[in-house]
């Protein structure tokens, strides 16, 4: 609903007003009345409004009027004294959007040249093997490698030109703990424990079950690299009030620098020696298409992954 200007508006009754009766977007979007201030920077730009809205017509009092004043007063001195900040992290979100698309497309291309040469090498080691029994450790270990290259190959696509997922009504903890379980050996050997923590009656979640095991599987893997001697990895799952699934992964590993967590998760972005930086790109991504978020907090020792995806519609 386009109702940007220069001067305050004040609608009661979006129906009737000369201005509004005959917006489409009124009736679709239930706006009944609306009380609008615009917020206009320092240099004479305007910016945007700063607007409340009521399903149904209503009059506002001159005390809900100063109100929206005084936030929207609040609201342009803030810009103002800020407006540099916001052009340059626009800027670098905007070169960051730019770098990611260019690299998606070069992506594809290197897909489809790599992964067929890969295939054949790989169908080709298999038949020199098939029929000797000499030479078993070399051949898993080339196998072991080019299934890896194909793994990186499949993240970077991943990474740069995410999918849409194969959604399927799937119980949450039949998502959860197999990505549990699979760890669990790798964390063993490290002297590290796994505790799981999951609510009573876990919802139904529509997902590509494969994909958010990955991804838990993905941060599990991040905790035990976190965690320099042995130390414990506790996995919490449950139902928020906002009809979202929740599962929380906390170590008490070394942590992430409060200098560089806002870039943890972008493409390429790594501070392993040996990592790719693709893995929570790639992890965000597929929680995203499922309409879901990935959060990462770091305070003092250790590290908090929460994971929310939306419940399944109950009929």
């Known amino acids: 609903m386009n109702l940007v200007g220069r001067e305050p508006l004040i609608i009661n009754n979006t129906l009737q007003h000369k201005l509004t009766k005959d917006m489409s977007i009124i009736y679709e979007e239930k706006v009944g009345s609306y009380l609008g201030f615009p917020i206009i920077l320092h240099d004479g730009t305007l910016f945007g409004t700063l607007c409340a809205i ?12 100063e109100i929206m004043k005084s936030l929207s007063r609040i609201l342009t001195n803030y810009l103002n004294d800020n407006i540099g900040l916001v052009a340059f992290s626009k800027i670098e979100e905007e070169r960051q959007l730019e770098k990611v698309e260019a690299i998606g497309k070069m992506a594809s291309g290197l897909a489809h040249e790599i992964g067929n040469p890969m295939q054949s090498i790989k169908g080709f080691i298999q038949y020199v093997f098939k029929d000797s ?31 849409s997922p194969v959604i399927q009504m799937n119980n949450a903890i039949d998502v959860i703990l197999p990505s549990v379980e699979r760890i669990k050996s790798e964390a063993y050997a490290k002297g590290i424990s796994i505790t799981c923590s999951l609510e009573d009656h876990l919802p139904i979640i ?13 941060v599990l893997r991040n905790s035990l690299e976190a965690i320099e001697q042995e130390g414990s990895i506790r996995v919490v799952a449950y139902r928020d009030p906002f009809h979202f699934l929740v599962i929380e ?29 693709l893995g929570l790109s790639v992890s965000k991504n597929i929680i995203r298409a499922h309409g879901g978020t990935l959060n990462i907090e770091s305070v003092g020792n250790g590290t908090k992954v929460s994971i929310r995806l939306p419940i399944a519609i109950e009929k």
């Open 54 to 65: 009521d399903t149904v017509p209503y009059s506002f009092d001159d005390e809900e009027i």
């Open 133 to 163: 029994n000499h030479n078993k450790d070399f051949q898993r270990i080339v196998m072991n490698e080019i299934t890896r290259v194909e793994e990186l190959i499949s993240e970077f696509v991943l990474a740069t030109q995410p999918s």
């Open 206 to 218: 529509n997902v590509e079950a494969s994909q958010i095991q990955k991804v838990i599987m993905n």
């Open 249 to 277: 992964v906390s170590d008490n590993g070394r942590g992430i620098p409060a200098g560089i967590i806002k870039k943890v998760g972008y493409p390429f972005f790594t501070t392993k020696d040996y990592g790719t930086g």
